[in-house]
């Protein structure tokens, strides 16, 4: 890479959030998809702007948030994860969702409205193994491996 390219590359400190969802139990695609996409927009997008994150990418089961205080994006995920154990309670067990999250204080690359780098990749690989409904996977430079109650 170039030195005037390297110029060009915006880097800054971010708590990156990710959350993933999906169903407990396996069940029509079609279904599923639309009850996943309903509670990303009704619950948790509405709960990303009241705790200042900011979505920059966006699946049918996955949420990528960057916060500028790692502080911010933890009371976020702890209110996650009450709207899904909240959400759950009324919901037969075929239809109630697992979410993990996994939050990384973190380098990113900032660049054409996205965010890259290991910042963000630490956050994904946390998430993936993190127990659904339960602790929050976290890591950073002083956390190597700490959980919200």
Known sequence: MSEEARGRVRRRLAAILVVGLSRLFPGDEKDRFASLRAFLTDVIDPLILEYRGNIFKHTADLVLIEFDSVVEAARCAAALREAVTEHNQSLPNEQRLAMRIGINLGDVIAEGGDIFGDGVNI??????????????????PSLITHAVQ
């Open 123 to 140: 956050a994904a690989r946390i998430q993936g193994p993190a127990d659904p409904g339960g602790n929050i996977a976290f890591f950073g």
